[in-house]
Every structure is written in C-alpha cells, then in structure tokens.
C-alpha cells in the first residue's frame, strides 16, 4: 500500500488524510501540537458549509474521530527534517526517519500577534486575526483593526458594511495599501483612523470590553470601548525547513496551484502554507481534498 506523510493536523492535513484513505493509501499525520490548528480557539464558525454553527474545538474533534475511524495514524510530533527530492521521501521526526511515498505539506502559517496583555487570554472572545471568518459577530457593533497593510484597511472596509463603528489603528501615519482602498475607506463615515498608535493592552472579563491604545508621538493613552479587535499584521508561513527543495514565493509561502502541485514530483501543498488569494476553513478543505488525489494519482501513474 502507498504511504502518504503529511506535515500538520489542521483542516487541510486532516481533509488530505480522509482522501488519502478513501484513495487506497496509508495515511500518517504529523502534528507537533494539537490537532486542529488555530481553528480549534474559535469560538463559533458559521461560515463552513453545512455547518450552521459549531465551536472550533468540537469541529477539529468531529474531523479528528473522522480521520481515526478510517485508520488515519497520528504521531504528534513535529518534522525536524525532510529529505524530499528523491523517489523515496524521509521525514525526520521525534529522533526517528519516516519513509513515504509521497508527501502533503499542510502546516499553516501563523498570525503575527501584538505581544500585549490580554491578546492570549481574550483570543477568540473579541480578539480575531480574520474579518472574513469572524466579522459576522460584530454586527451593529464597535470594532477595531490593527494594522496599515491591504489586508487590514481591506478588513476595515469589509467591517464597515455592518459594524456601527470601526477604529482603524495604525503605528505610522502612512499606509503601505493600496492608494484606491486607503481613499474608499476615507469615504466612510462609520470609520475612524487612529494614526501614530499602538495597542498597549486589551481589557475584559469573559469577551473583550475595550482596548488601551497609546500615540507613539505624544505618548498619551486613551481607553477605547469596542467589542471586537482584528489583529491584520502580517501572517508568517514556517517553510524554512523545504527552502532549497521546493519553490517559495517572495513571502516565503509554497508555490502550488489548485492541484497543490509543488516543483517536485510526489510533493503537494495544502492550505494556508500555499500562495493564495483567500485562506479560510473551506479553501483548506478543498487544498486538501485536491492534495490527496493528486498524490494518489501520481502514486497510481508511477507504479
């Protein structure tokens, strides 16, 4: 039977493993934390198919009992190393070499964080890195986006539409989004720009109540009451580990089609960790689903 590694236990692993299995391969997943990914700090999603409603972790559990009863195998441990470019792929992990035959890299990225107090504590209950996925709960509410990127003024903007109000909080008086988006923001009159400030703390009980946020210039702090902070400060791939095997994008993410073909033969890309336009819980899916068959029919065409 074909053995099918795969780096990461988040939707797009897990959903590659399904498919692995139901193509006839032996599927392994390697997660070096819990299996689920980020989603698994999620509140509630009402964004995914199907799915009217259901917190992060009961998700990424229903997906994991899924994996496991169709003979998914789990290791939790992290790839230290892999060896990709031959026939026979290594994987290094937990002191020990794992040989596949072929090999589905779905091991994310990571939201760069604030670093504040409160951020980790309030982390799905008012603290969200994702408009897309969690604006809906901010309706006729007070929100916040941190950030002076295409990414969080396009947040903002997307916030506007149904937020009562929306603070834009950005450390420079400059924007490095595009001059278009910057403009179409200035037009609405539910957004306000919070220029020269950062973040210094985010304050609440149970769900995020306000945010205490200081001017770089005059060093003065206000307290500023909102329900809801969307941290768009970068998101940072970790695919260090495959520079000079396989092809990155100038930001360092794989470079993969919808096929999640990489450059080398018998290696795919899923998920977040691939170059692409839209990074949410049905697009990993669909990455993985599109990883395993591949991987599988290039496993039947090379036999």
Sequence with gaps: MNRIGIIGGGTAGMTAAIYAVRGGCQATVFEQAMFGGQIVNTASIENYPGLYQVSGADY???LYEQCVALGVEFLFSGVTAARLEDREKILESGGKEHAFDAVIIANGAQYRKLGCPGEERLTGHGVS???TCDGAFYRGKTACVVGGGNT???DALFLSATCKEVYLIHRRQEFRAHQATVEAL??????????DSVVEEILGEDHMESLVVKNTVTGEAVNLEAQGV???IGVSPDNGLFSGQLE???SGYLKAGEDCCTNLPGVYAAGDTRSKPLRQL???AADGAAAAVSAAAYLQLRE
């Design 60 to 62: 990424a559990m229903k």
């Design 129 to 131: 890195y994702c408009a």
């Design 152 to 154: 969080a003024l396009e």
């Design 186 to 195: 200035r037009k609405r009159e539910n957004v306000h720009f919070i220029l």
């Design 230 to 232: 969307f941290v768009a």
């Design 248 to 250: 990155l994008d100038g």
């Design 282 to 284: 049905v697009t990993a």
